[in-house]
């Protein structure tokens, strides 16, 4: 009876294990034969044709996909530097009671809906930059500045978190030789946590890239590739969020599917190397 | 200038920007904060509890079946999803241990699936349990909150069972229980609190998704607790309310936000309690 019992448990809970390799294949397999069509009429030149006309059965993936990466980039640029510095403020500078409630508030922050930021970038962000910028404030900028915001709290929790794994006592030695705040962080600590900083900046990458809800609002939804940063573009959730129930033929379907199937490859690859190239050695993020 | 007032100079330079990068940071993180509690509060009422969605103009109209519709996709993704989750995060620590090659490997799958853009997980779930049957279904929402939560409460499950000290199996082991009896009655009981906080910060994370509820649940401007049909959310009704022209539907888009973010944190909140309870105890 137990040893039934216990070999029924085993197996259930390998079942249970499995299915999360199960699903991830199925996840591959579904969106490639989804796509399927579209991947024959158009093959890999899908991804550097601009032209998107389901008007006339042309599908190109290529502002989406370039959409996704400027705004990615764009929030990167600003999201890294004030997510370190933010990570040295709490780490180094601010007295514990000040740390704690800073680093507790921006770890509630993190989890906070991303289409609350998305909703925050139509109404008040995007007015604001408009008045700044011109046009009508809708464009890769506003959305990467949205998607910085966004990753920021999560940058910055992972990257103090990297940075609370030197050991003291390197720190303390160096402090004894009379160095500065800033060469201890710039020759200790950074070279300590090198790996787990670089890798932190990928995972919050990978998130961004495949954010929807907080860009759809802001990318302005133009199917072209926009001749400043500033003007109405879109990227591949965006295009997803937008037409996916508006798709009428079948290889606007399947073209669809074919931007989704980019986007996971993206996003699994870029995941991929954050966890294995630089966390590996790093005590698991919770995330 | 002297090497020493260089060096000092640098070092000031470099903790008045960090400083300033926080600041500024946390200045921009509290405006959204404050917008949201401003507009929130502003537009909350008990016709949003008590009257369902109505077309701009028409009075009383509030939000119940938004509320009913996300209460019963975040229930049902949670009964699929924990006791999956755990069952898969029992099996790579008890089963799996450290050194086993599948275990390791279907944990950093799920580390990978923790990350996979969440509108790629409507779309499959759009091909497999949407397009066959014709129809959106609040099913299908389940389903695709169910698979983003499945390896969350793996993970942690993982990491709160491999806490529960080995000396504590062997002693039920050595009484002669059989180890499905050890696990649940041992070993589960050992992790329990930080179990408990990881569904609970699970449950908190999938209630925040709007992405795969887009293609799956669809909206419903009735209400309607059939899990057959399209199912309303909070999260999809702010997407179109917020995208409308109409005045009052942006105003209880910012009071579904609210609702939304009062839960998630709440979760987060009390979920931190729990932790910060326990290391009390040690």
Redesign the interface.
Known sequence: MNRTMDILFHNITRFFALFVLIVLIALFFVLFSEAKPAIDAFGLQFVTNSKWAPNMDIFGGYPAIYGSIVSTVIAMIIATPVAVGIAIFLSELAPPWLAATVGMAIELLAAIPSIIYGMWGLFYLAPLLRDIWGGNGLGLATAGVVLSIMILPFMAAITRDAMKTTPSILKESAYGMGATRWEVLKDVVIPYVKSGIIGSIILALGRAIGETMAVTFVMGNAHKIPNSIFKPATSIPVTLANEFTEADTDLYYSSLFYLALILLIISFTVIAIAKFWFLRNLQEQKI | MTLQNR??L??KT??V??????I???I??F???A??LFKGFAALNFDIFMYDMAPPGREPSGLRNALVGQLMLVVGASAIGVP??V??G???S???GKKSR??R??R?????????????????V???LVAPFGHFSGWAGIAALA?MM???V??TTD?MLQLVPGSLREAAIALGA????V?IQVVYRGAKTGMLTGILLSI??I?????PL??TS?SNNFYSTDLNQPIASL?VT??NY??SPYEEW?DQ??AA?LI??LF??GA??IG?IIIRKREGEH
Do not use: H, Q
């Open positions: 060096r000092i640098i070092n470099v903790m920007l960090s400083t300033a990068a926080a500024g940071g946390i921009f993180l405006w959204i904060l917008v949201l999956a989750g069952l898969a029992t099996y790579l008890e089963y799996g599948l275990a490997f279907i950093d799958i799920s580390d990978i699936m923790m990350s996979t853009p969440s509108i790629v997980i409507g779309a499959f759009y091909a497999v698979i499945i390896p969350i793996l993970r990491d059989p180890k499905y009896k696990i908190a994370r209630a925040g998704e709007t992405a887009l293609f669809f999260t702010m997407y917020a995208t942006i888009g910012w936000a939304l973010a998630v944190l987060n909140i931190r």
